[in-house]
Protein backbone atom coordinates (compact mmCIF):
# COMPACT_ATOMS: atom_id res chain seq x y z
CA UNK A 1 0.00 0.00 0.00
CA UNK A 2 1.26 3.16 -0.29
CA UNK A 3 0.03 6.36 1.32
CA UNK A 4 -3.52 6.31 2.29
CA UNK A 5 -6.52 8.32 1.75
CA UNK A 6 -6.00 10.03 4.72
CA UNK A 7 -2.13 11.39 4.38
CA UNK A 8 -3.37 12.29 0.78
CA UNK A 9 -5.73 14.60 1.94
CA UNK A 10 -3.70 16.43 4.50
CA UNK A 11 -0.63 16.15 1.85
CA UNK A 12 -2.66 18.25 -0.27
CA UNK A 13 -3.56 20.66 2.18
CA UNK A 14 0.31 21.46 3.38
CA UNK A 15 0.63 25.23 2.27
CA UNK A 16 3.77 24.78 -0.32
CA UNK A 17 5.78 27.66 1.54
CA UNK A 18 4.86 27.46 4.96
CA UNK A 19 4.70 23.52 5.78
CA UNK A 20 1.15 24.68 7.51
CA UNK A 21 -1.84 22.46 7.18
CA UNK A 22 -4.41 24.90 5.33
CA UNK A 23 -8.71 24.17 6.12
CA UNK A 24 -7.78 22.21 8.79
CA UNK A 25 -11.36 22.16 10.35
CA UNK A 26 -12.56 20.75 6.96
CA UNK A 27 -9.38 18.74 5.54
CA UNK A 28 -9.92 16.64 9.46
CA UNK A 29 -13.45 15.86 8.49
CA UNK A 30 -12.39 14.18 4.98
CA UNK A 31 -9.34 12.45 7.01
CA UNK A 32 -11.64 10.90 9.13
CA UNK A 33 -13.59 9.61 6.42
CA UNK A 34 -11.09 8.42 4.27
CA UNK A 35 -10.12 6.05 7.40
CA UNK A 36 -13.06 4.47 6.82
CA UNK A 37 -13.17 4.14 2.81
CA UNK A 38 -9.74 2.89 3.27
CA UNK A 39 -10.92 0.14 5.92
CA UNK A 40 -13.96 -0.41 4.19
CA UNK A 41 -11.68 -1.59 1.16
CA UNK A 42 -9.95 -3.97 3.39
CA UNK A 43 -12.66 -5.13 4.72
CA UNK A 44 -12.63 -4.27 7.74
CA UNK A 45 -15.24 -2.32 8.82
CA UNK A 46 -18.85 -1.81 7.08
CA UNK A 47 -20.57 1.76 6.81
CA UNK A 48 -24.38 0.81 5.54
CA UNK A 49 -26.75 3.52 5.37
CA UNK A 50 -26.39 5.78 8.38
CA UNK A 51 -24.43 3.05 11.09
CA UNK A 52 -20.68 2.09 11.51
CA UNK A 53 -20.00 -1.63 12.03
CA UNK A 54 -17.01 -3.52 12.88
CA UNK A 55 -16.25 -6.68 10.78
CA UNK A 56 -12.55 -8.00 11.30
CA UNK A 57 -9.74 -7.44 13.52
CA UNK A 58 -7.11 -8.00 11.97
CA UNK A 59 -4.33 -6.28 11.15
CA UNK A 60 -4.10 -4.73 7.52
CA UNK A 61 -0.06 -3.80 8.08
CA UNK A 62 -0.89 -0.09 8.05
CA UNK A 63 -0.41 1.98 11.14
CA UNK A 64 -2.51 4.27 10.52
CA UNK A 65 -5.30 2.21 9.93
CA UNK A 66 -4.75 -0.19 12.40
CA UNK A 67 -4.92 2.27 15.08
CA UNK A 68 -8.38 3.01 14.23
CA UNK A 69 -9.49 -0.96 13.96
CA UNK A 70 -8.68 -0.96 17.73
CA UNK A 71 -10.17 2.52 18.80
CA UNK A 72 -13.56 1.65 16.82
CA UNK A 73 -13.69 -1.21 18.77
CA UNK A 74 -13.57 0.49 21.92
CA UNK A 75 -16.05 2.59 20.58
CA UNK A 76 -18.41 0.38 19.85
CA UNK A 77 -18.60 -0.95 23.37
CA UNK A 78 -20.09 -4.01 22.45
CA UNK A 79 -22.09 -2.66 20.17
CA UNK A 80 -23.00 -4.16 16.98
CA UNK A 81 -23.23 -1.23 14.99
CA UNK A 82 -23.33 3.04 16.07
CA UNK A 83 -24.07 6.01 13.99
CA UNK A 84 -21.48 7.01 11.10
CA UNK A 85 -21.65 10.96 12.15
CA UNK A 86 -20.75 9.86 15.87
CA UNK A 87 -17.61 8.34 14.71
CA UNK A 88 -16.41 10.90 12.57
CA UNK A 89 -17.77 13.94 14.81
CA UNK A 90 -15.15 11.59 17.19
CA UNK A 91 -11.72 10.97 14.93
CA UNK A 92 -12.30 14.16 12.54
CA UNK A 93 -9.78 16.07 15.27
CA UNK A 94 -7.06 14.16 15.37
CA UNK A 95 -7.12 12.49 12.22
CA UNK A 96 -5.08 15.21 10.68
CA UNK A 97 -2.45 14.44 13.23
CA UNK A 98 -2.48 10.78 12.85
CA UNK A 99 -2.03 11.45 8.96
CA UNK A 100 1.00 13.80 9.31
CA UNK A 101 3.00 11.57 11.71
CA UNK A 102 2.64 8.48 9.08
CA UNK A 103 3.87 11.29 6.35
CA UNK A 104 6.58 12.28 8.65
CA UNK A 105 7.40 8.64 9.37
CA UNK A 106 7.59 7.72 5.35
CA UNK A 107 9.78 10.93 4.89
CA UNK A 108 7.32 12.52 2.52
CA UNK A 109 7.32 15.31 4.97
CA UNK A 110 9.52 16.87 7.64
CA UNK A 111 8.46 18.00 11.25
CA UNK A 112 9.35 21.51 13.00
CA UNK A 113 8.20 24.24 15.62
CA UNK A 114 8.27 27.36 14.95
CA UNK A 115 6.51 30.41 16.61
CA UNK A 116 4.39 32.76 14.51
CA UNK A 117 5.22 36.53 15.91
CA UNK A 118 8.42 34.49 18.74
CA UNK A 119 5.19 33.73 20.82
CA UNK A 120 2.81 31.48 19.21
CA UNK A 121 4.20 28.32 18.41
CA UNK A 122 3.10 26.57 15.07
CA UNK A 123 3.76 22.99 13.44
CA UNK A 124 5.46 23.24 9.97
CA UNK A 125 5.36 20.25 8.04
CA UNK A 126 7.40 20.84 4.61
CA UNK A 127 7.46 18.58 1.99
CA UNK A 128 10.87 16.22 2.28
CA UNK A 129 9.50 14.25 -0.74
CA UNK A 130 8.05 16.18 -3.77
CA UNK A 131 7.79 13.25 -5.76
CA UNK A 132 4.43 11.86 -3.77
CA UNK A 133 2.89 15.18 -3.90
CA UNK A 134 3.19 15.80 -7.49
CA UNK A 135 2.31 12.19 -8.51
CA UNK A 136 -1.08 12.45 -6.30
CA UNK A 137 -1.69 15.81 -8.26
CA UNK A 138 -0.83 14.63 -12.05
CA UNK A 139 -3.47 11.69 -10.89
CA UNK A 140 -5.92 13.90 -9.93
CA UNK A 141 -5.88 16.14 -12.66
CA UNK A 142 -5.97 13.38 -15.15
CA UNK A 143 -9.12 11.98 -13.68
CA UNK A 144 -11.22 15.63 -12.45
CA UNK A 145 -9.38 17.83 -15.45
CA UNK A 146 -8.40 15.02 -17.76
CA UNK A 147 -11.57 12.97 -17.76
CA UNK A 148 -9.72 9.61 -17.71
CA UNK A 149 -11.87 6.98 -15.51
CA UNK A 150 -10.87 6.69 -11.99
CA UNK A 151 -9.95 3.75 -9.94
CA UNK A 152 -11.36 3.21 -7.12
CA UNK A 153 -9.29 4.59 -4.54
CA UNK A 154 -8.92 7.95 -6.52
CA UNK A 155 -12.56 7.73 -6.63
CA UNK A 156 -13.02 8.05 -3.03
CA UNK A 157 -10.16 10.37 -2.71
CA UNK A 158 -12.28 12.59 -5.21
CA UNK A 159 -15.80 11.84 -3.40
CA UNK A 160 -14.49 12.63 -0.35
CA UNK A 161 -12.56 16.15 -1.21
CA UNK A 162 -15.94 17.09 -3.10
CA UNK A 163 -17.90 16.52 0.32
CA UNK A 164 -15.69 18.41 2.47
CA UNK A 165 -15.80 20.80 0.17
CA UNK A 166 -12.13 21.49 -0.73
CA UNK A 167 -11.80 21.54 -4.83
CA UNK A 168 -9.45 24.56 -4.27
CA UNK A 169 -6.61 22.68 -2.10
CA UNK A 170 -7.06 19.58 -4.78
CA UNK A 171 -7.28 22.41 -7.53
CA UNK A 172 -5.64 25.89 -6.66
CA UNK A 173 -4.64 27.10 -9.79
CA UNK A 174 -8.81 25.60 -11.71
CA UNK A 175 -12.11 27.75 -10.70
CA UNK A 176 -14.34 25.60 -8.67
CA UNK A 177 -16.87 25.60 -11.32
CA UNK A 178 -14.32 24.34 -13.64
CA UNK A 179 -13.85 21.02 -11.26
CA UNK A 180 -17.33 20.59 -8.70
CA UNK A 181 -19.15 18.99 -11.79
CA UNK A 182 -16.65 16.38 -12.70
CA UNK A 183 -16.30 16.11 -8.93
CA UNK A 184 -19.56 15.67 -8.27
CA UNK A 185 -20.00 13.07 -11.35
CA UNK A 186 -17.21 10.66 -10.04
CA UNK A 187 -18.54 10.69 -6.40
CA UNK A 188 -21.92 9.34 -7.87
CA UNK A 189 -20.17 6.99 -10.34
CA UNK A 190 -19.49 3.69 -10.79
CA UNK A 191 -16.13 3.60 -10.54
CA UNK A 192 -15.95 0.87 -7.21
CA UNK A 193 -17.68 -2.29 -6.58
CA UNK A 194 -20.98 -1.68 -4.97
CA UNK A 195 -20.50 -2.38 -1.55
CA UNK A 196 -17.20 0.41 -1.44
CA UNK A 197 -19.66 2.34 -3.44
CA UNK A 198 -22.54 2.39 -1.02
CA UNK A 199 -19.55 2.92 1.74
CA UNK A 200 -18.41 6.42 0.00
CA UNK A 201 -21.78 7.31 -0.96
CA UNK A 202 -22.91 6.69 3.07
CA UNK A 203 -19.75 8.16 4.45
CA UNK A 204 -20.34 11.43 2.17
CA UNK A 205 -23.43 11.66 3.69
CA UNK A 206 -22.28 11.16 6.99
CA UNK A 207 -19.33 13.77 7.07
CA UNK A 208 -22.01 16.32 5.51
CA UNK A 209 -24.59 15.79 8.35
CA UNK A 210 -21.38 16.18 10.94
CA UNK A 211 -20.02 19.05 9.74
CA UNK A 212 -23.14 21.04 9.79
CA UNK A 213 -24.12 20.10 12.98
CA UNK A 214 -20.68 20.69 14.42
CA UNK A 215 -21.31 24.12 12.42
CA UNK A 216 -24.24 24.52 14.25
CA UNK A 217 -22.96 24.33 17.41
CA UNK A 218 -19.88 26.50 17.27
CA UNK A 219 -21.70 29.51 15.57
Given at each position: MGITLAEEIVLLSLDGESGVARQRQAVGWAAA???LVELVMAERVSVTDKYLSLSD???TGEELLDSRI???GAWLRGRSKRRVTDWLTRDHTRAVGGALERLHARGVV???LDKVLGMFPRRRHPEAD???GRELRERLGAVVVGGLDPDERTAGLVALLHAAKLHRLAFP???RRG?????AEIAAGQW???SVRAAIRDTQAAMVTAMAATAAATS
Open positions: GGITTSGLIGAEGTVDVPVAARMATD
